[in-house]
Each structure stands twice: as C-alpha cells, then as structure tokens.
C-alpha cells in the first residue's frame, strides 16, 4: 500500500499551489496545460520517470493500442494533430509514448512535473481548504484542487500463484515490462493470462522463444486488427473529416449502449453473418460493437456473433482440441473488453507453441524452474505474468486519501466505488478523479474521455473563481442516485454476465461492482447538471472570504 511507501531522500521542493494533477499520463498532461493557460498554479507528480502513463509502462513486446491511432489522439489541439503523423493504422506503445513526449514538450509541460515521485497520501485540511500531498520523497505539496489522473489500467496485478518467489528465472509483467531489451531466443517461455495484453504478446514471443506455453484460465474473444501502414490517402481522408469528426465528438455522448438498444428485435442469422463477415475482414473491434444496435443488450443477437467467432476460430486452428479450449463460451460476446490482435489464433499452429488450458488442469505452483500443473510439469526458463490490473479503482486506492472529518477512500469505497459522475465524491472536497469510476472511464476511446473531464474541471474551477466559492463537493443524495443509475444502465445489458475486470472480479476480495458507466447520454448529462446551476453539489464559500468578512 501506498502509506508503506519508503520516503527517499531527495525532497520535493516545497510547493503551494492552486492544483496538484497526479499522474502524466494523457490526462494529466492535458489537464496540466489546460488549467495552467487557464492562469491556475499547477504542480504535477509522476511515479515514473517519464510521461505516458500506462503506455510508459506497458511495452511488452506486441503492445499497441486497439483505438485507431488518428483518433487516439489529442482532439483539441489543430496544432498538435498537424504537426504529428502516425504511421499506423493502430499505433504501438513506442510510437504513442513518443506522442506523449511530444506533446508534454510541445506543451513545454515537463518543467511542470515531479517524475519519479509518487503520492502516498493526500489528506483535506478543513481548516485551510487545502489538499495535503505527500510524496516518497521528503517535504510536501498543498493545493486548493486535487486531480486524480491515476489512470484506470495503472496498478498491475500478479497473482498470488504459490511458490511464485522460488521461481529462478527470468520474471515479467505486462505492463512492469524493463526499458532495456528482453530476449526471448533460444529459451522455453511461460505466459499466464490470455487477456488483451497475452493476445497481443503471445503471438510475438512465439516468434522469438525456443518454446511458448501459454496457461490460459478463461478463452476470450479476440478479432483481427488488419493492422497496416496509414497511406497519404488515409490521412487525406481523415484531415477531410476532421472538422465533422470534431463536431460529432462535441455531440457525442461516448455511451457503449445507445436507447436504440433496449429493442427486441433480432436480425436474421445470414444478415448478421454476412455482416460479421465484412467486419472480420475489415478489422478492429469498433464496428463489432455497434454491429447491431443491441448486440450488447440481446443474447440471441449476441450469440450468433459469438458464434462467429468460436467458427473463426475452428477455421484458424489445426488441432481442434486446440481450438476448442481457444473458444469462449458461457458468457456473452464484448462484454469483456473485446479484444483485437495479429495472427494470435494462427499462432497455435506454431509447432512450439502449446496450450494448457487451467480449466482442465489449474496451476498447483511454481517451483525454481517449472510451473506445475495438476497433471503436468512444464519446465520454464522464464515466466510472463500478463494478468492484467487492478482496474478503474486500483491507482485511486493505492493513496492513503482522506476527506472530511479523516474519512477515508478506502473506506467510502469498502463496498465499491461511490462518485457523483466519476468526477468526484462526497466528503473529499475539491477532489476530481479524472476517467474515475461512475464515467464512461475505460470505455471507449480513453484519450477523448480523458479531455472531456479535463475540460469540465476546468469550467467548474472557473465557475469557482468567477463566484469566490471554496469548496465543491456532491450531495449525498446526488451521489447515491447517480450510483443506482450506473448499476441500473449496466444491469440492462449483457455486461454484468461476465466475470470481467469492469466488474472488478479478477481481484480477490474486490466488491463486485460494474465500474465504468455504459449508458449514452453521459456529455449531455454532465452540462444538463452545470447548466441546472451544478444540480447536486453544495459549493462552500471559500475560507478566505470567510476570514475576511470576519475581521
Ligand atoms: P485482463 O484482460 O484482465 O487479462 C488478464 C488475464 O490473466 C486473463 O486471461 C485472466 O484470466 C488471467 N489471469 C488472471 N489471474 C490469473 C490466475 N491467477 N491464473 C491464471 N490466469 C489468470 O488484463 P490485460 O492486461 O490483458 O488487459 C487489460 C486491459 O488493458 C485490456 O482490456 C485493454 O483495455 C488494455 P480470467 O479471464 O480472469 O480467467
């Protein structure tokens, strides 16, 4: 935990400010260009030692983002997207982390940035209506505002596999992957987990290992990237967009589930299958997801498309044990994070590729050089955890955060996380979560959810200033409704059916709650609340005026 944090010697120079952002990731950087130009004293704090964020991190081999990269980028900036070029259709994690650098250079954002800092606790003076942020380095921050722009994919989990310390040789994680080179030749290599990340990496340490095993858990639905370089016509015909782009994204309301879903009408098979069928072949998981209006919503609609992709995967792999312990079943299609990949299903045919699949042979444990499985002794020369995160929460809770009359985080989230849109909380005043949980979050495209909070901050903390208001913070009742809404929305899909991350499921002990928000509709409440005079939240009046009023 975050308050066992080992202070270090070199001190944060002491700094009072109007924010301190924590995380420099696309949010926080955002959030630190935006508030400064909006004449705000900012201050951000970064564990690494460098910006990105998650995509710092993650640079396991095969790592790459499954938005398309002309849209995965920053929307509000013309200057920015003309002056960068992606070369991909979907963009690898070197090519986006050198956006983010880019970026917070362009932006001349470093100089902002405490890197290789990270927060340990954040705590609400009442008295003064400042954040207190202390950091593993000595000396700390104060701040009127605290952003929390910790990412929802950031905190990595590696399971509590017994024997896991003994293990002897060479140890990875997704998303902790080293700066320097790893190389895989010659050597008999494990991967745990068959998410996202195992699908994209899988298919790349095939390439290079002597032999791959892969220990899968549960089968997961993956479809084709098409990955390819952008020609000029590609960004012709995106620049011609642009303008109609950036409109559409000013209407959008980013919601996974449309109204138009709620219906029960079931296309006929052949039509769903043709229409699969293109989409396979264009590639990516976007078109999938909106196939048809209530894929999400209606088993039998989501069933065929599921059953697509078990036939994709009969199709691609040889052995047909193979593919069928490959093939998801028992819960429905894309509502665990669907995901995209290169060749991953093809990769079973690789005579030094083999399978265990955990569900007929769980790990028992791992010893200094194997992992054995009920049945089997499989011996490993290195180990890939690629067992996802602590998702949406995680980051948030890894800080010692208190509120009001010392509440807690952990413990106003001990039976889930509780936000008035995912932007704040009560009893922690002046506290925003940027993607927090309650908003469309990890939904979706994550940048453009990322600068929709930024920019609703930065209207909120003006409204603040034009008005001399101290403190923000939701109303009880607000709060709790808003949670009811984000449960009700999601319980009227097919989301809740599978034990997804969403759901916080992969953690033991976490509280089975749907995280993200999922309904349309989002954007369109959030300014319906500002424009109704910030319907469900009390702003305090700020203790300066106070003070001076009373001398
Ligand atoms: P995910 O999607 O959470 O995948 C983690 C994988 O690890 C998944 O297959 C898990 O199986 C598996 N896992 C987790 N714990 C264990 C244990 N104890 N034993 C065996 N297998 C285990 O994480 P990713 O990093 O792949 O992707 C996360 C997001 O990042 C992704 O959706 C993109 O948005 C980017 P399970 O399914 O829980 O049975």
Known sequence: MATSVQKRASAVEAVDCDVVVVGAGFGGLYALHKLRESGWSVRGL???????????WNRYPGARCDVPSLF??????????????????????????????????????????DFDTRVASATFDEKSERWIVETDRSGHLTARFLIMATGGLSVPNTPDIPG??????????TARWPQEPVSFEGKKVGIIGTGSSGIQAIPMIAQAAKQLVVFQRTPNFSVPARNRPLTDE???????????????????DFGRVPPTAFTAEVPP???????????????????????????LVHPDVNEVAADFVRQKIRETVKDPKTAAALSPSGYPFGVKRLCVDTDYFDTYNRPNVELVNLRDEPIEKITAHAVDTKSRH???????????????????????IRGRNGATLKDAWSEGPKTYLGLTVKDFPNLFTITGPGSPSVIGNVITNCEYHVDWIDACLAHMRRHDLGTI?????AQAAWGVHVTEVADRTLFPKANSWYLGVNIPGKPRVFMPYIGEGYRTTCKEIVADNYRGFTFGVSADRERAAAE
């Open 234 to 252: 590609d960004h012709k015909s995106f620049d011609d967009g642009l303008d109609a782009y950036l409109a559409s994204l000013e209407q959008s």
């Open 46 to 56: 970064e564990a690494a030692p460098d910006v990105g964020g998650t995509w710092y």
């Open 269 to 295: 098979r052949d039509v769903q299958w043709k229409h699969y069928e293109k989409l396979w072949n264009e590639g990516g998981s976007g078109g999938f997801l909106k196939a048809f209006p209530n894929i």
């Open 473 to 477: 913070e939701p109303d009880a009742e």
């Open 164 to 173: 896991v310390a003994d293990f002897q040789g060479a140890i990875y994680h």
């Open 72 to 113: 995965y980028s920053y929307s509000w900036s013309p200057e920015l997207r003309r002056e960068w070029r992606w070369t991909n259709r979907y963009a690898g994690q070197e090519e986006i982390l050198s956006y983010a650098r880019f970026a917070a250079d362009r932006l001349d954002l470093r100089k902002l940035i």
């Open 378 to 400: 499989f011996e490993l020369d290195a180990l890939v955890f690629a067992t996802g995160f602590d998702a949406v929460t995680g980051a948030l809770l890894a800080v010692d």
